[in-house]
T-cell receptor, first 109, second 112 residues
Framework: RKEVEQDPGPFNVPEGATVAFNCTYSNSASQSFFWYRQDCRKEPKLLMSVYSSGNEDGRFTAQLNRASQYISLLIRDSKLSDSATYLCVVNISFQKLVFGTGTRLLVSP | NAGVTQTPKFQVLKTGQSMTLQCAQD?????MYWYRQDPGMGLRLIYY???????DKGEVPNGYNVSRLNKREFSLRLESAAPSQTSVYFCASRDNRAPGQYFGPGTRLTVT
C-alpha cells in the first residue's frame, strides 16, 4: 500500500463549480499535513497546511480526519487559474515529507 | 529574495558521464533537500541536510552524492549517470520553525 494515495483524476469542472479531493495516508504516526499545488512543468508550491480542526483560506478549505487517516481539499467557486495538480503531502518525521502522486484539476470556461 | 535557485535548468548526459546540480537559497533556511520526480510517482527524497555540515540519505540515495557547502548551497552529484536517473530534480529548503518546504524551479535531466 502506498504511504499516500490520491485519485489521479483528472477532475473536469466548469468555472464556478465546487470540487473536492481526498487523500488517504497509511502511517498513523504522521505528524503534519499539507496540500501543495503544482502547475505543469513547474515546481510544487505550498497551498496550505491542514489542521485537525479544519482550516480555510479564501475559497480553499482543508480537513483532516486522523481516525480515518484521510485529508480533503475543497475548492469553491473554481477559477480557470485553479487548473493544476494538487499534491497531498504528509510529514512522517521532522525532515521527511511523503508526497502523493497528485490529483489533476481542469477548470473549463 | 530569489528564494530557491537551481542550475542548470536542462541537461542531457550520456551514460557514464558525471555532473553536479547546484542549488542555493537566500532565505536563511537550515534544512535543504533534493528530490526527484518521475511520471506516475510522487516526489521522492534523495538526500537532505538538516544543517550546515550534515547530510543524510533519503528514500532513493543510490547513485548520488551531496555536499552542503555552506548554509546557502546544497549540491547533488551524479558520478556515473545512468538512464534510470532521467528525471526532474527539485531542490527545496525549509525554515525549521515553520511548516512546509519551498522548492526551486527544477532541473530536467535526460541520460541517454
Amino acid at each position: 500500500r502506498k504511504e499516500v494515495e490520491q485519485d489521479p483524476g483528472p477532475f473536469n469542472v466548469p468555472e464556478g463549480a465546487t470540487v473536492a479531493f481526498n487523500c488517504t495516508y497509511s502511517n498513523s504516526a504522521s505528524q503534519s499535513f499539507f496540500w501543495y499545488r503544482q502547475d505543469c512543468r513547474k515546481e510544487p508550491k505550498l497551498l496550505m497546511s491542514v489542521y485537525s480542526s479544519g482550516n480555510e483560506d479564501g475559497r480553499f478549505t482543508a480537513q483532516l480526519n486522523r481516525a480515518s487517516q484521510y485529508i480533503s481539499l475543497l475548492i469553491r467557486d473554481s477559477k480557470l487559474s485553479d487548473s493544476a495538480t494538487y499534491l497531498c503531502v504528509v510529514n512522517i518525521s521532522f525532515q521527511k515529507l511523503v508526497f502523493g502522486t497528485g490529483t489533476r484539476l481542469l477548470v473549463s470556461p | 529574495n530569489a528564494g530557491v535557485t537551481q542550475t542548470p535548468k536542462f541537461q542531457v548526459l550520456k551514460t557514464g558521464q558525471s555532473m553536479t546540480l547546484q542549488c542555493a537559497q537566500d532565505m536563511n533556511h537550515n534544512s535543504m533537500y533534493w528530490y526527484r520526480q518521475d511520471p506516475g510517482m510522487g516526489l521522492r527524497l534523495i538526500y537532505y541536510s538538516a544543517s550546515e555540515g550534515t547530510t543524510d540519505k533519503g528514500e532513493v540515495p543510490n547513485g548520488y552524492n551531496v555536499s552542503r557547502l555552506n548554509k546557502r548551497e546544497f549540491s547533488l552529484r551524479l558520478e556515473s549517470a545512468a538512464p534510470s536517473q532521467t528525471s526532474v530534480y527539485f531542490c527545496a529548503s525549509r525554515d525549521n520553525r515553520a511548516p512546509g518546504q519551498y522548492f526551486g524551479p527544477g532541473t530536467r535531466l535526460t541520460v541517454t
